[in-house]
């Protein structure tokens, strides 16, 4: 079996000789490590739908162009924004067991550059040069390209970090100190960038090297008496601390999930306590509470417990938008640089710019949608009230038509792997404006939850 290495022309004319040579070490490093052939196959599956989506989209809009009759146009265009929203999602969905691997992936080959070339700080340069040329490229096109978001995975830089290009001292700060941030990377294909300059830094200091940059060391520096019992006790209980209380940092629907594996099997255990002791008292009503063969009842406690946990977190996670702040430059930098900024903890706001993304049925879900305010840019997230199905409502406004436009986003700002807005509203000068629908979708998804459950418990 061969390995090659793929390089693009403009990453040989960007960077030095020696940033070069890192990059190549590692890449060489995921051959050996062996990896990449999980990596080159996963890459390979995924283009299947990736490829069906953006050729639909393509096909879709280059007919409805052509096409005359309005009635045989609109069927047309219905079925190719089905496919191509269906695709989509379909790669996400694919994308889901790589993620791990990919993040794991690049910490040791990050390591194996260093140990090869025994050069952190040209590794460093490369990434930085990486991420900039992905944020120029972004900003030439004023759109994601189709390339670059489809081999993602294999790129040494993820193409989302590179659009949230924020000051280096904000961002990496909530990277490196942040104690969930790692925790927030499990939806991500690539690790925090800080996390990885720190840890280049780090080899640099181990080895007497003068840092490319100067980033706070996550690992508290100074003597300790290592192995005291003071300080393996502090150590685990800090473990158990962010251990116990990790699942609040996830977002919401995540947060439903792991809360509703907890308070789902505990809830079967206690009906199941209730049927044996209804079985010892001879209470013939409740004996069926121990008894689950097909296992409908653990499902309507779990699907109940999710139901429940997303109402009681719901107001929380998306409070009332009445009298949004208008955030500047300035603002938006100083609420992300915030190292105990969490996901939940959002911050209601009106933020106005230039709405860039890709046109047309390719941006049927909203999945390219980025603001650009000042000198930086903020990912939008956006439901239609019709969901993955919003594009066959061709009678209301949708964020796409905006792009290239000035626009307010109103909504709720998020700090996790990545900056976000929860888009409320996207509207123009001119008083045109679409509504995100995220908080009813979820509600929606609550309530159904809630019913499958009661109906299971019911059959039973």
């Not at 390089?7 to 004319?13: H, I, M, R």
């Not at 900003?139 to 390209?145: A, I, V, Y």
Request: charged share 15%; aromatic share 10%; net charge positive.
């Amino acid at each position: 079996m061969t390995a090659r290495i793929v390089v693009s022309e403009g990453l040989l004319e960007q960077l030095e000789d020696d940033e070069i040579a890192t990059i190549y070490a590692a890449q060489l490093a995921q051959i050996v490590n062996w990896d990449f052939l999980v990596m080159s196959v996963g890459v390979l599956v995924l283009q299947i739908p990736y490829i069906l989506y953006w050729q639909v989209a393509k096909w879709g809009e280059y007919a409805s162009d052509r096409i005359e009759r309005p009635l045989l146009e609109f069927l047309f265009t219905t079925v190719a924004a089905l496919v191509a929203n269906l695709s989509y999602g379909s790669y996400w969905l694919l994308r889901l067991p790589l993620l791990w691997l990919s993040r794991q992936r690049l910490l040791y080959s990050d390591a194996g550059a260093v140990a090869t070339t025994g050069n952190p700080n040209a590794l460093t340069r490369a990434l930085l040069k990486i991420a900039i040329g992905i944020t120029d490229d972004i900003q030439k096109t004023k759109s994601t390209s189709f390339l670059t978001e489809s081999f993602d995975l294999l790129n040494p830089v993820g193409y989302s970090q590179a659009i949230c290009n924020w000051p280096a001292d904000a961002n990496w700060s909530w990277d490196i100190l942040n104690p969930y941030s790692r925790w927030l990377t499990w939806g991500s294909g690539h690790p925090l960038m800080g996390v990885r300059l720190e840890r280049l830094a780090h080899y640099a200091r181990y080895w007497g090297l003068e840092t490319e940059l100067d980033l706070p060391a996550h690992r508290p520096e100074g003597k300790r008496s290592k192995g005291s019992r003071a300080e393996i006790g502090d150590t685990i209980k800090s473990a158990v601390s962010l251990l116990l209380k990790s699942y609040e940092v996830a977002p919401l629907l995540q947060r439903a999930l792991i809360n509703s594996l907890v308070l789902g099997l505990g809830f079967r255990i206690f009906l199941w306590l209730m049927g044996k002791i209804a079985y010892f008292m001879y209470i013939g009503n409740l004996v069926w509470l121990s008894q689950d063969q097909r296992g409908d009842l653990m499902a309507a406690c779990l699907l109940i417990s999710f139901s429940i946990s997303i109402l009681v977190q719901l107001n929380r996670y998306f409070p009332d938008v009445k009298r949004p702040t208008a955030l500047t430059e300035v603002h938006l930098t100083e609420a992300i640089a915030n190292s105990q900024a969490l996901v939940r903890n959002s911050q209601t706001c009106c933020l106005q710019g230039k709405l860039w993304g890709r046109r047309g049925l390719s941006n049927g879900l909203g999945q390219d949608l980025i603001l650009q305010t000042g000198s930086v840019t903020v990912k939008l997230h956006y439901i239609s009230p019709l969901g993955p199905i919003g594009d066959l409502w061709n009678g209301r406004l949708r964020p796409r038509d905006f792009i290239g436009k000035s626009v307010t986003a109103t909504g709720w700002l998020r700090r996790g792997a990545i900056v976000w807005l929860d888009l409320e509203t996207l509207g123009t000068r001119a008083n045109r404006t679409s509504h995100s629908y995220l908080p009813i979708w979820l509600t929606i998804i609550a309530f159904a939850a809630g019913l499958w459950g009661s109906y299971l418990i019911w059959q039973t």
